[in-house]
């Protein structure tokens, strides 16, 4: 074997399976660390396990989310995944797009060779959390998606949690947008196909049956380890009360991410 072909195997053994992070509710709430995730990354990345952090956030650019990581002390380039580089699978290069959504879709399209459109003449509309959403982009989406367009939506999380309180989702916008054209739409992030597809390509593992997905919402979360076939670590830590009944079942649970870590390193 040729030395400069080893890059392109990619040799996981046993003990060094990929760890998938959520992010809100497991390494941090609202970009304040959760008390002992940061410490607990790094034990994971030095018992030589790939930590990578999977959100359906779409707004923001992968840059931003690398930042806001490094601001707490986590090193992440590389290691982000998006619902928004997801739903850039589901897209041909060359493909015309019209956005409703932020800027982390339109960062996703263009890495993919896709056109981001402002008119309704389009191949995919893509929707995502944004906050300038008004009757006017519902009505052009819609026209767009009822002329024959792919309805596309990063998630479908109906609320998200903020310190302010409970805020509509992404998945509020895109069910108004699904109403209003009568078209039930693909969905690319957690827990959703599009997302598992992502993985395996960053990971270059083709069986992720030993990895974990740590998070805090079994129905992301969880059914997304389910998507993967991986274990699933339910924290406590973000959205789930300890003692509320989790479905799917989780293989592991911990207050945090922390004791999680302490369980897969067997401390
Ligand atoms: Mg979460």
Known sequence: M????????????????????????????????????????????????????????????????????????????????????????????????LVCGGVGIVEALEHRGAIVATDAIV?????GFHRTFDYEIMRVAADAVRAGARLIGTNDDATYPTPQGVIPGGGAILAGIAVASGVSPIIAGKPYAAMAELVLIETGVDDLSASVMVGD??????????????????????????GSLVSPTPDLTGANLAAITDLVLGR
Not at 23 to 50: C, F, K, M, N, T
Not at 219 to 238: H, K, N, P
């Open 217 to 242: 919402r079994p129905e992301t979360d969880g059914l997304f380890a389910r998507t993967l076939g991986c274990r699933y670590a339910q924290v406590w830590s973000g959205v789930t009360a300890r």
């Open 123 to 127: 191949d995919v509309v893509m929707v």
């Open 2 to 97: 040729l030395l400069s072909n080893l890059s392109d195997f990619v040799v996981v053994s046993a003990d060094s399976f990929p760890i998938l992070c959520d992010l809100d509710g497991v390494v941090w709430l609202a970009h304040e660390p959760i008390p002992g995730s940061v410490d607990a990354v790094q034990r994971l990345r030095d018992a030589g396990h790939r930590v990578l952090f999977v959100t359906n956030n779409s707004a923001s650019r992968v840059a931003e989310q690398q930042e806001a990581l490094a601001r707490i002390g986590i090193e992440a380039r590389g290691d982000v995944l998006t619902s928004a580089m997801a739903a850039a699978l589901l897209v041909e290069p060359g493909e015309r797009v």
